[in-house]
C-alpha cells in the first residue's frame, strides 16, 4: 500500500470525499442558493422517485392507448349479441324507415370516430408534455448526475485496484470484506441513478411501438390522420436522459462502466508492477 499507484489512487478516492464534504459544508455554513441547489440535486433518491414518476406515466399512457385503440380489435372475434336499438317510426311513408336506420347508423359511427379522435390528441398532449418533463428534469439535474457518475467511477476503480492488493496480500480477511461491501455500496449508488432514466426511457420508446399497431389496424381515413401525427410527434421528441448531453443514462452505461473499470484496473496493476 506504500507503492506510488496506491498513493495516487488514494489521492483520488479521497479527493472526491473532500469535495462532497466540502460542498456540504458550504451549504450549511454559507447558506449560498446554488450551494443548496447542487445539494438536493445530489440527492440521488429524489431524481430516481421523479424518474420513476416519469415511468409510471408513461405506463399508463400506454396503457390507456391500448385499452383504447388496440382493445376492440382484439376482442372483434369473441362472440357477441348484436345490440338491439329500437326505433320509432312516425313517418306516414315506408322508405322513411331506411333512411332513419341509415341516419342513425351514421351518427353513431361519427359520434364513436369524433370521440376516440378528441381521445388521441388529449393523449399526444399528455406525452408532449411527459416529454418535456424529461428535458427539464434532465436538464436541472444533467450536472449533479454527471458529477454522480465520475464520482462511482473514481470509487469502483480506487476500491476495485485495494481489493486486489489485499487479495495479494493475504494479510486480512476483513479488510477484504470491507472492500467488497463498498464495492457493492457504489455499484448500488450507480443502479439508483441509471435504472429509473432506463425504465422511464423502454415505456416510452414502448408508445411508438403501440401507435404503429394502432396505425395499421384503424381504418377510419380521420383517425388515421390523426395517428400520423402522432407517429410523427413520437418521431421528433427525444424522451430520454442524459448527463449533461455527454452521454445518455441507460443500462448501456453499465457495460461501458464495467469496461472501463476493468482498463483502468489493467492499468493500475500494471503500473503496481512496475514499481514493485
Given at each position: ?18 469535495l ?16 443548496r441547489?447542487l ?7 429524489n ?14 399512457l ?6 383504447s ?14 345490440p338491439i336499438?329500437t326505433?320509432?317510426?312516425?313517418s306516414?311513408?315506408?322508405?322513411a324507415l331506411?333512411q332513419?336506420?341509415?341516419k ?5 359511427l ?21 416529454g418535456?418533463c ?7 439535474h ?5 458529477f ?17 492488493l489485499?487479495?495479494?496480500?493475504k ?21 439508483l ?17 403501440i401507435?404503429c ?20 410527434q ?7 436522459f ?16 464495467s ?7 489493467v492499468i ?9
Open positions: 500500500m506504500k507503492s506510488a499507484t496506491s498513493k495516487v489512487v488514494t489521492a483520488l478516492d479521497v479527493s472526491v470525499v473532500v462532497a464534504c466540502s460542498a456540504g459544508v458550504g451549504c450549511g455554513l454559507l447558506g449560498y442558493r446554488a450551494t441547489e445539494n438536493t440535486r445530489l440527492r440521488k433518491i431524481f430516481a422517485n421523479t424518474a420513476f414518476g416519469l415511468g409510471r406515466r408513461f405506463r399508463r400506454n396503457v390507456m392507448l391500448r385499452n385503440f388496440l382493445k376492440d380489435n382484439n376482442q372483434k372475434d369473441a362472440p357477441m349479441k348484436p336499438t326505433v320509432k317510426v312516425v306516414q311513408h315506408p322508405l331506411h332513419s336506420l341509415a342513425l347508423t351514421n351518427d353513431t361519427q359520434g364513436s370516430g369524433k370521440q376516440k379522435v378528441n381521445l388521441l390528441r388529449l393523449l399526444e398532449e399528455n406525452h408532449e408534455s411527459l418535456k424529461m428535458r427539464l428534469v434532465s436538464n436541472s444533467g450536472f449533479a448526475v454527471l454522480i457518475l465520475v464520482s462511482c467511477l473514481l470509487h469502483l476503480v480506487a476500491t476495485s485496484y485495494f481489493l486486489f489485499e487479495l495479494l496480500s494479510k486480512d480477511s476483513g479488510m477484504v470484506w470491507l472492500q467488497v461491501l463498498w464495492i457493492i455500496f457504489h455499484a448500488l449508488r450507480l443502479i441513478v441509471v435504472e429509473p432514466c432506463h425504465l422511464a426511457t423502454v415505456e416510452s420508446k414502448k408508445t411508438i411501438q401507435v399497431e394502432i396505425e395499421r389496424k384503424i381504418h377510419d381515413p380521420i383517425l388515421a390522420e390523426e395517428v400520423k401525427k402522432f407517429w410523427q413520437l418521431l421528433v421528441v427525444d424522451v430520454e442524459s448527463a449533461s448531453g455527454l452521454c445518455r443514462v441507460n443500462r448501456t452505461l453499465l457495460t461501458s462502466f469496461s472501463a473499470i476493468c482498463t483502468y484496473l493500475l496493476i500494471q503500473f503496481q508492477n512496475t514499481n514493485g
